[in-house]
C-alpha cells in the first residue's frame, strides 16, 4: 500500500505542476488583451492567488477566457488530477482505519 501511495504521490504532483503550467498561460491570456504579452506573464504569477478559485474549474475557465470549446487535453489532465486526490485521500483513510 505504501508503494502504491508513494506513485500516486508522484503522479499527483507531476499533474498539479501541469494544471499550474495551464493556470498561469490561462491567466496570462487573461491579462494579455489590457497589459500586452511582455507584461501579462509577470503578473500572471501575481494575479494568480486571486484567480485561485478558478483552479477547481480549470478546463471550463480556460474555455471561456480563449473563448472556445473545452479542449479535450486539458479536461483530460484536469480530471485525471482530481481522481488522483481523490484516490490518494481514500488510501490514506484506508491506512490509518486499518
Excluded: D, H
Amino acid at each position: 500500500m505504501k508503494k502504491l501511495s508513494k506513485i500516486l504521490e508522484i503522479i499527483t504532483v507531476i499533474l498539479l505542476f501541469l494544471n499550474a503550467i495551464i493556470f498561469l498561460g490561462t491567466i496570462a491570456s487573461l491579462l494579455e488583451q489590457w497589459v500586452g504579452s511582455f507584461i501579462a506573464y509577470g503578473l500572471a504569477f501575481l494575479a494568480a492567488p486571486i484567480f485561485s478559485p478558478a483552479f477547481i474549474f480549470l478546463p471550463w475557465f480556460e474555455a471561456w477566457v480563449e473563448e472556445e470549446p473545452v479542449s479535450e487535453s486539458i479536461l483530460i489532465i484536469w480530471g485525471a488530477f482530481v481522481v488522483c486526490v481523490a484516490l490518494r485521500f481514500v488510501i490514506e483513510r484506508w491506512t490509518n482505519n486499518s
